[in-house]
């Protein structure tokens, strides 16, 4: 009878120890999600996504309220890459581009275009940058930008990684325990959300982005 006994208390015992060293090494890698799963392309329809989200497209960049924030995301300890152009309609031909210095694109330098082709909220580089860019001091928040992205963000979910999976925010390196939807983008606002496993560190400064 004790021999049938052993290896089974044997087996929970190597099982307790394996879960013991997954909670100290921090949350575990979340999978890979039938749908959703990241990277997230710019959407193909930025200003109607634009007025979805409860904003106002416009012809040109206003610049009287110009403030910027940060964005990363990392699933199981990778950045995920915050697209170029989310909010502007790169097609149009009154936004311009040019290579930066990674190769990829940035969209702007709009001074008039014929229709409403940028959003007070975009991004125009790939580098995690959100620029708010109003004629009115009115802040923007984090759900806005998620809705303009067509990237599903909620109390439980990010895209298609959703609850019991470990989704963590921060906030300047602070964990944020509100609405993620809600949050403001204040000038100089380091915002980092984890999924799955963590990073090697956590972003807590407004990094040196050129556009």
Not at 178 to 195: C, Q, S
């Amino acid at each position: 009878m004790s021999r049938v006994i052993l290896p089974a208390v044997v087996a929970a015992l190597v099982g307790l120890l394996f879960a013991t060293a997954s909670v100290a090494g921090g949350p575990a890698p979340a999978p890979r999600p039938k749908t959703g799963a990241a990277p997230w392309p710019a959407p193909k329809d930025p200003m109607r996504r634009t007025r979805l989200a409860g904003l106002t497209p416009e012809r040109f960049e206003h610049l009287t309220y110009h403030v910027h924030s940060h964005l990363d995301i990392f699933v199981n300890g990778k950045p995920v890459k915050i697209p170029a152009g989310i909010g502007i309609n790169t097609a149009d031909p009154g936004v311009h581009h040019a290579a930066i210095g990674d190769g990829s694109l940035a969209y702007g330098g709009i001074r008039m275009c014929k229709q409403p082709c940028i959003s007070p909220l975009h991004t125009h580089a790939d580098l995690g940058l959100l620029h708010t860019e109003t004629s009115k001091p009115t802040p923007n928040r984090l759900g806005e930008f998620f809705v303009e992205w067509g990237v599903r963000l909620d109390r439980n979910c990010v895209g298609g990684y959703c609850k019991p999976d470990s989704i963590l925010v921060y906030v300047n390196g602070k964990r944020y325990a509100g609405d993620p939807r809600k949050m403001l983008l204040a000038n100089h606002t380091e915002i980092a959300i984890v999924i799955g496993s963590l990073p090697a560190k956590i972003p807590s400064k407004f990094p040196n982005v050129p556009i």
